[in-house]
Structure formats: structure tokens, C-alpha cells
């Protein structure tokens, strides 16, 4: 049975700190559950870490949906939550439109949308209809040319307004919220004041849970931002296996017998009877 929302919601309630992934295909979604990870991201940060893109802002639904539906098809325990693209939630009927087809298509269990303000009643209609909702601020890649790569609400009257966002999105309906590049004390303290999950992304100790970017904490990439930490060198160990391939099939020590299938000595013959007479 899959972990839900309220499985979620009783982690906070326990003090139990939730970890979150990422996942893009079938094999990290696998690897990732039977690794322990409850609840899988669908982000559509695979936009850059898969597609080489240099932002999220040329992910499309079908791509998600896509994408989406492999981790759904490869994890049997994991609550998957999956990004609704740039633009696609526009307004309501964009949205729920949007919505309608990742529930529908891959088998989610939810759907994540950045922003607050105009995002705010989208979100009280998406959960109106059922639809499980995940918000995000702080750091908002849909808005990245806007607002910059940087640590967001620094200042007084952004963290207040960072503050009444939050809480606008739990009384819509949401059921957590990412902070991503959030001051850790600003972060801390929002946690304090809902009643909902709070996933933190550069956001410090004190939210209820921890998101990462998959090719971040296993070391696929030669560098990770500052927020993640790398858990292994898993690029490094690819490199050298791929290396050691290329050597061992130009050394002609790559495939053996034990690579390889066999047929009788009468069937070869055969065969090259049979080309002969063709001849």
C-alpha cells in the first residue's frame, strides 16, 4: 500500500522527519523505494538534470506525464507527486485540465504547483475536486528569470509575506509545501506555525522534511549546489565502469564464451551447406 497524504501528515504529528527524492525513471524509483524514500518528486527539474536544458521553463506536460507514469509503474509503496510545467496552471481550467491528465495518465498520488497569490484559489479548486496538492515557495524555478537563482525572503517584509503565503495555501487546501532556498530560521518558524508538512531544499534543519535532486546526492554531475550533499560518487564509479568496457572490447577480451551463445558444430554446417547450395 502506498505511503498517502495522511501517512504524511502523521509524520509531522510524530516528529518523524519525512525524506523525499527525487525520481525521473523506473530504475531510481525502484532503487529509491527499496531504499526507503516514502514519497518520490516528479520534478520538472528533470527539464536540466535529464534533458540538458538550461531551466525548467521548456518542460511540457506530456514530458512529465511521461516521465511520471514510468516512476509510478516502478514504485508500489512511494507517494509520487508530480510538477505541474510552466504555465499549465494558469488559470483554473488550465489546471485542472493539467491535473486531470497526470492523475489520470501515470497513477500519481498528487500534483505540485509553485507560487502563492493568484496560485492560491487554483489550489482550493484543485482540492475541492480531490486533487491532492503539494505548494511551493521560496525559490520558484518557474519564476527563476524573475526572482533570480538565490536565497529568497531575507528581508522583513518578504518573510512575512513568505509567512502569509504558507498559510494561504494550508487554509487552500494543501496538504505540504516545499520551501526551497529559504532562511533556515524563517523556515524553522514557518514550520512552527502550520499544521501541514513543510519539505525543506536549502531550507535548513527545521522543516518537517528534506527534498533532493537525485543526480545531486549520488555525485552524477562533477558539481552539487551548496544545499545537497553528496551521499556517493556514483558518476565517478559510471565513468570508470564505462572506461574499463571500452578497453576490455578494444583489447578484444570483451565478450568471452561465457558472454556468448552457442550452436552445434552439425547446425553451423548445415547452414553453410544450405548458403553453398544457394551459391
Known amino acids: ?27 531510481s524509483a525502484a532503487l529509491a523505494e527499496r531504499a526507503g524514500v516514502p514519497a518520490l518528486l516528479v520534478g520538472d527539474s528533470l527539464g536540466m538534470v535529464v534533458h540538458g536544458f538550461e531551466t525548467t521553463l521548456p518542460v511540457t506536460l506530456d514530458l512529465m506525464v511521461a516521465h511520471a507514469a514510468a516512476v509510478t509503474r516502478a514504485s508500489e509503496k512511494a507517494l509520487v507527486v508530480v510538477d505541474l510545467p510552466f504555465l499549465t496552471y494558469a488559470d483554473i481550467p488550465s489546471a485542472v485540465a493539467a ?28 482540492t475541492a475536486l480531490g486533487v491532492p496538492v503539494m505548494g ?71 522543516c518537517d522534511g528534506e527534498v533532493q535532486v537525485w543526480h545531486d546526492i549520488l555525485g552524477l554531475y562533477p558539481t552539487a549546489p551548496r544545499h545537497a550533499r553528496r ?26 564464451d561465457a558472454n556468448s551463445s552457442k550452436m552445434t558444430p552439425e547446425a553451423l554446417a548445415e547452414a553453410l551447406a544450405f548458403d553453398s547450395a544457394a551459391e
Do not use: N
Request: charged content about 20%.
Open 99 to 126: 491535473a486531470g491528465r497526470v492523475m489520470r495518465e501515470t497513477g500519481a498520488g498528487a500534483v505540485k504547483l509553485e507560487g502563492a497569490g493568484e496560485i492560491v484559489h487554483i489550489v482550493e479548486r484543485l
Open 1 to 27: 500500500m502506498r505511503t498517502t497524504i495522511a501517512d504524511l501528515s502523521a509524520m509531522k504529528t510524530r516528529g518523524e522527519r519525512i525524506a523525499m527524492l527525487t525520481a525521473y525513471d523506473a530504475p
Open 136 to 206: 511551493h515557495l521560496g525559490y520558484t524555478p518557474q519564476s527563476t528569470h524573475q526572482i533570480g537563482l538565490k536565497v529568497q525572503a531575507r528581508g522583513g517584509e518578504a518573510a512575512r509575506r513568505l509567512i502569509e503565503d504558507a498559510l494561504a495555501l494550508q487554509a487552500a487546501g494543501a496538504f505540504a509545501i516545499v520551501l526551497e532556498l529559504v532562511p533556515a530560521a524563517l523556515a524553522a518558524e514557518v514550520t512552527k506555525r502550520l499544521s501541514i508538512p513543510t519539505i525543506g531544499i536549502g531550507a535548513g534543519i527545521g
Open 231 to 256: 551521499f556517493g560518487e556514483v558518476g565517478a564509479a559510471i565513468e570508470a565502469a564505462v572506461s574499463d568496457y571500452v578497453k576490455a572490447v578494444q583489447a578484444r577480451e570483451f565478450p568471452t
